[in-house]
């Protein structure tokens, strides 16, 4: 009932934030002669933050139409290259005959859409062909597509190498890290000639066992049988994948909120003030962000408790247990070509210092000068592929990386 209820309120909503944006316009509006009176700025802030927070947001678009190679301006396309039924591979085409490396950046499945990673796209665009993982919303995958789970997200994964061929370097970004690594072993163990020059792998829970974060303890701490019960639910019916089993966005978002109260409600309070104010840029900024972050999409049952359990109850990769398809085990000591770069955050409260750079430890084949490892000081999980310490010192290091082994 749970899901029913969200819609609803949206629903319930809707006239209210309606009239809420009336009023605010109202009494923003130069013919308004009590306009520019404290009280009146004070109240119309009220009421467009009141829209703001209460806004549905659906997938929002990419919307990068360019980028900048050697100085000049060069329009980029976004063009669908392959469609699968929970995803499909999207490239950003670069009008440009450069020859630059080709990165399969891997958006996380774990609520938001593969536009949360916009400002890793366009940090890496100057100088990478990129491609990414343009994952879907379970609630409009009809039921007669059938399931998807962990050993899906693998084989999606495969397939989107095996198109882009072997001169490719792979981005994990979070929860991809995990699946990223199996699929790499598993091709390599294959002598998959489609196998990957490099991985990179940011903020990923490789191993959970290594400072456990919020996220972490709540999974150990919980049954599986807890969370199918707690948070699994039926899509309603209206949408086109009505009846699905889904984990929802919105109880993601609810969680991601709850871990950092005190600073959305400082960022709310912040953006309060710039709206009375009238500080037009701080106050679009805040609204970008939150429009990007309170954007979420559901994931099928049977992957986020196939995730719970094999990543963060049994950490069975990092174990050297984790199965593929319950028959093959996953042996990342097969990995021998595929260089490996682990990129972590001092502040990450999601994937704790130590968890990403556990990768290097199953790698037990790959040779040393394959492997590095950053540290970025000051930065949070998000900062790990977002921001301006991304931009001025994770990127250039992972295009140094990349570059090196491009050969």
């Known amino acids: 009932m749970l899901y029913q209820f969200n819609e609803l309120q949206r629903l319930a909503l809707t006239p209210v934030r309606m009239a809420a944006q009336l009023q605010s316009q109202i009494l923003r509006s130069p013919f308004n002669p009590l306009s520019e009176t404290p009280q009146a700025r004070t109240l119309a802030a009220a009421y467009e933050l009141f829209s703001e927070t209460t806004q549905y947001h659906g997938k929002p678009a990419f919307g990068l139409y360019e980028t900048v190679i050697d100085g000049k301006s060069v329009p980029v396309a976004e063009q669908i290259v392959l469609r699968l039924p929970f995803g499909q591979l999207k490239r950003f085409n670069r009008e440009t005959k450069r020859k630059d490396p080709k990165i399969l950046m891997v958006a996380p499945m774990s609520g938001h859409f593969a536009t949360l990673l916009r400002g890793t796209v366009e940090a890496m665009m100057p100088e990478h062909d990129v491609y990414i993982t343009d994952w879907r919303d379970a609630s409009s995958v009809p039921l007669s597509e059938g399931r998807f789970d962990l050993d899906d997200y693998i084989d999606y ?153 094999t990543v963060f109850q049994k950490q069975s990769l990092a174990k050297g247990e984790m199965m593929y398809r319950g028959t093959r085990l996953v042996d990342t000591g097969a990995i021998e070509k595929t260089a490996l770069m682990t990129v972590e955050g001092e502040l990450d409260d999601i994937s704790g210092i130590g968890q990403t750079v556990a990768a290097h430890d199953l790698c037990v084949n790959l040779p040393d000068s394959m492997k590095t490892h950053y540290e970025q000081k000051g930065v949070g999980h998000y900062g790990v592929f977002n921001g301006s310490r991304f931009r001025k010192h994770i990127a250039p290091r992972i295009g140094k990386f990349i570059k090196k082994h491009n050969n």
């Open 157 to 309: 994964l495969r397939k989107f190498m095996e198109y882009l061929g072997p001169d490719t370097h792979v981005m994990a970004v979070c929860q991809p890290g995990v699946p990223v690594l199996a699929a790499i072993a598993l091709m390599s163990e294959d002598k998959d000639p489609n196998t990957p020059k490099s991985m990179t792998l940011m903020g990923s829970p490789i191993d959970t066992r290594r400072h456990p974060t919020v996220p972490c303890k709540l999974a150990m701490d919980h049954s599986l049988d807890w969370f199918e019960r707690t948070v699994i639910y039926h899509v309603p019916v209206g949408y086109p994948g009505a009846f699905r089993r889904v984990y929802p966005g919105f109880l993601q978002l609810g969680g991601f909120v709850s871990m950092n109260l005190e600073r959305h409600m400082d960022a709310h309070l912040q953006q309060f003030n710039h709206l009375i104010e009238g500080d037009g840029d701080s106050a679009e900024k805040h609204r970008e962000f939150y429009s990007e972050y309170n954007a979420v999409m559901d994931l099928t049952a049977e992957y986020y408790l196939q995730t719970i359990e």
